[in-house]
């Protein structure tokens, strides 16, 4: 099920956004939208796990049964999330 409420969001999650829907075109899917709360639980988790120190998803109880897709880079700059798109 994916949430399609619209908000402006952040510059980065529009950039990871707008090349999360170039492979949804692909397959021939719906674009998708942002959504604020569901940035905001992804941004907690994001602190979450950088404290943790490891790249493990949550629970499915925990986000909803919504989707969830992680990735992490190894460079000193870090990944842009158009580059995470593009990694998972």
């Given at each position: 099920?994916?949430?399609l409420?619209?908000?402006?969001?952040?510059?980065?999650?529009?950039?990871?956004?707008?090349?999360?829907?170039?492979?949804?075109?692909?397959?021939?899917?719906?674009?998708?939208?942002?959504?604020?709360?569901?940035?905001?639980?992804?941004?907690?988790?994001a602190?979450?796990?950088?404290?943790?120190?490891?790249?493990?998803?949550a629970?499915?109880?925990?986000?909803?049964n919504?989707?969830?897709?992680?990735?992490?880079?190894?460079?000193?700059?870090?990944?842009?999330?158009?580059?995470?798109t593009?990694?998972?």
């Amino acid at each position: 099920m994916y949430r399609l409420f619209y908000f402006s969001g952040s510059q980065d999650e529009i950039l990871g956004l707008n090349k999360h829907n170039e492979y949804r075109e692909v397959h021939g899917v719906p674009a998708m939208k942002l959504d604020a709360d569901m940035s905001r639980e992804a941004a907690e988790y994001a602190r979450k796990i950088a404290q943790q120190g490891k790249l493990s998803h949550a629970d499915a109880k925990d986000r909803n049964n919504d989707g969830e897709n992680l990735s992490m880079g190894c460079d000193n700059d870090g990944q842009t999330t158009a580059e995470a798109t593009t990694n998972w």
